[in-house]
């Protein structure tokens, strides 16, 4: 019998190598103000109660620090930055759950896949150039991330994961507030704002 995904994600292992991943990418901390380099005794500490509170679809997600950041254009651009320990659950969550996509995922799609990078697509592009294709599609999709439909994503999800625990921790990242100024913003059901997943 397949193990449940939720105990695939709640691995001691799985949750060790998503605390060192976060912490080797640094960043800023969210709005509980734990840094990075505090992620490792925290976790130490509350792993058990943390665990638990997935399984049992009791964990409340934190509030996302919203920050805007200028872009080329002159415009302003909102990042949403999650705690630390959001990040480190959503990145356990994604190495679990990306093996079960990857497979689905198409050969000539190189965006925000692991192991796969434009220096790939550009040497792929230039192979079919040299063997006598004339036309190469870049497709961008401007604020695609932003627009997602929460309910159509959930659904589409559910298809493939079919773990009650793993996507009630999805859910509640999806529909956590923003918090702006001091002030905590409800999130539109199209709107998302990153973390790792």
């Known amino acids: 019998m397949k193990e449940e ?19 080797s990418n640094k960043g800023a ?26 399984r049992n679809c009791r964990y409340h997600a934190q509030p996302i620090r919203g920050k805007e950041i200028p872009k080329g254009n002159g415009k302003l ?57 004339q036309h190469i599609v870049e497709i961008d999709l ?8 929460h309910k159509l994503l959930l659904q589409l999800l559910y298809r493939k994961i079919k773990c009650k625990a793993n996507m009630c921790l999805i859910r509640r990242w999806l529909k956590a507030p923003l918090e702006k100024d001091g002030k905590l913003i409800k999130r539109r059901d199209s709107e998302y704002h990153r973390g790792a997943l």
């Not at 401007?142 to 439909?149: E, G, P, R, S, Y």
């Open 5 to 23: 995904l939720i105990e695939q994600i709640l691995r001691n292992a799985n949750l060790t190598m998503a605390c060192q991943e976060v912490i």
């Open 29 to 54: 901390g969210g709005v509980d103000g734990m840094q990075v380099d505090e992620l490792k005794k925290y976790l130490d500490q509350h792993r058990q109660r943390l665990s638990q509170q997935i």
């Open 77 to 133: 651009r909102l990042l949403g930055i999650p705690t630390v320990v959001e990040r480190m659950l959503q990145q356990a969550v994604l190495r679990v759950i990306s093996l079960e996509y990857e497979m689905a995922f198409s050969n000539y799609s190189y965006g925000f896949r692991p192991k796969r990078n434009t220096i790939q697509a550009t040497s792929k592009s230039l192979n079919y150039i040299n063997s006598g294709y």
């Open 142 to 149: 401007k604020q695609f991330f932003d627009k997602v439909d």
